[in-house]
């Protein structure tokens, strides 16, 4: 360990890592730069946003069986919210990045990759790639701004630094080519872990995130809209992009203060058969609607899509369309793609059942991702059984989810009375389906009975004749019934 003193302050800032170039002085905020055996003061460094994060300086933990602690932290935010990567130094001296994302967390550490690597402008979410003689699809492709940092870091971060990523994934695999240093990327590789799986000690507890955020981080809580006074229900540290139900303003609730992106436009109210706020129990727990939006595709085909949270189980998706009720999970582990029109995943085949352009024609409620009216989407849905698979594209990001049907009496018992749901009507009946069945079963009967009837025509024919009687007079009549009916 090194310990210098803040050119700015005189306080102690400590490097831990000898690969360490920066830190940033807990007192004054000032980003000291190591330079040989002197140190530089490079400006203040911004304060981070209070995200709700568990994870600190100091935070340890274990990772493939290696002891880490979290020495320094930058925060980046893009189009679509903000993140942290938690830089660690592990007890060997090596280090490695813990990304921090709405609760879902990645370790990388540099990798050498062989070969050519595409340029970061060649680079579109749901493209395949050859990296390193495997082949693999872009899931993410973004350039995000650093607004602020804590503690040490490996590189130069300051007011104007942008990090330009992208994220590859293939099956469970993924890779991140980094590009914010230049044309040549730096290649991390990563594996998904929870809080749980790395034995972290020193977190910040409940109390402590409240104290400093002023609300518990995935508590349902409610915000007054700065737009219109309305009030928008959400989760702090969740759901931090904000639809409000009353003018439709687009609400940024990342920080403490709540700031608005864009008015809200003037679009009809859509009726819809769950409420914001609507709570359900599956499988003993809890689950509250969100958020809500409907899309149309390019004919103009319209469903419902409503987002539900459960404290345990984090986010999934109800999605109500003419068919009935579907349940939908994002998968964390993505299906291979063995042709344009088919994909496996778990030893099951699904085809391609549809591909089509989707728009979000209304949106209400709050998000963990951002969504406004008139963000498209490109769709491709898989089948197998009753089990479908979507992979959904957009020019910076790809993500797939998997869903099963949901029978509606599934829907009334796990909503109770706040579902305001209605029962589809019954497929009507096949006009003359008695007759025709029974027709079937005389053809059936002739077939087995043709040899009798050769050698002894008269009798065989008479019993065949009554028995084809017995079968399609009683299906003329019900017929008939159904046609009064």
């Keep these: 360990m090194q310990i210098v003193s803040c050119p700015s302050c005189g306080a102690e800032v400590k490097f831990r890592s000898h690969a360490s170039v920066m830190a940033v002085c807990e007192y004054c905020g000032t980003s000291v730069l190591k330079d040989a055996d002197a140190v530089r003061d490079l400006g203040k460094m911004s304060a981070v946003l209070e995200d709700y994060s568990p994870i600190q300086i100091g935070t340890s933990g274990v990772v493939g069986g290696r002891s880490f602690t979290v020495v320094g932290r930058i925060q980046l935010r893009y189009s679509a919210g903000l993140w942290n990567e938690w830089y660690l130094l592990f007890d060997d001296g090596s280090t490695s990045w813990l990304g921090d994302s709405s609760g879902m967390y990645v370790v990388t550490s540099v990798r050498q990759l062989g070969g050519a690597l595409p340029a970061f402008g060649e680079l579109k979410a749901g493209s395949q790639y050859q990296l390193g003689g495997y082949r693999m699809v872009a899931s993410e492709v973004r350039t995000a701004d650093c607004i602020g940092g804590q503690g040490e870091l490996p590189f130069k971060v300051g007011e104007g630094y942008q990090a330009r990523v992208a994220d590859f994934r293939s099956g469970g695999d993924f890779l991140t080519l980094d590009y914010s240093d230049g044309d040549q990327p730096v290649v991390y590789s990563g594996v998904a872990v929870t809080l749980d799986e790395m034995h972290c000690q020193l977190l910040r507890d409940d109390d402590v995130i409240q104290r400093s955020a002023g609300r518990y981080r995935g508590k349902l809580s409610a915000l007054d809209c700065p737009s219109c006074g309305g009030a928008i229900k959400y989760l702090p540290g969740m759901t931090a992009h904000l639809i409000c139900p009353s003018c439709h303003a687009q609400v940024d609730a990342a920080s403490p203060k709540a700031q608005v992106l864009a008015a809200g436009e003037r679009v009809a109210a859509v009726p819809t058969t769950l409420e914001l706020g609507a709570e359900a129990t599956l499988n003993n727990q809890t689950y509250t609607v969100m958020g809500m939006m409907r899309r149309a595709d390019d004919e103009g085909n319209q469903w419902t899509e409503y987002l539900l949270y459960g404290t345990r189980a984090g986010f999934s998706w109800l999605v109500e369309t003419e068919e009935g009720w ?129 050698f002894n025509f008269g009798r065989s024919w008479a019993l065949t004749l009554l028995g084809a009687a017995a079968i399609y007079l009683p299906a003329l009549l019900l017929d008939s019934m159904d046609g009064s009916s």
């Design 326 to 454: 579907w349940r939908a999970n994002v998968m964390e582990v993505w299906p291979q793609m063995d042709s344009p029109d088919a994909v496996s995943i778990d030893r099951a085949n699904f085809g391609k059942l549809y591909e089509y352009g989707s728009q979000v024609v209304y949106a209400i409620g709050a998000f963990n991702w951002k969504v406004a009216v008139g963000d498209r989407t490109w769709v491709a849905e898989f089948a197998s059984g009753q089990t479908r698979l979507a992979a959904e594209m957009t020019p910076e990001e790809m993500t797939w989810s998997r869903s099963t049907p949901v029978p509606f009496d599934q829907m009334k018992a796990w909503f109770g009375e706040s579902f305001r749901g209605v029962r589809p009507a019954a497929a009507p009946m096949a006009k003359g389906r008695y007759t025709r069945a029974a027709r079937n079963a005389v053809f059936v009967i002739l077939a087995l009975n043709a040899v009798p009837l050769m």
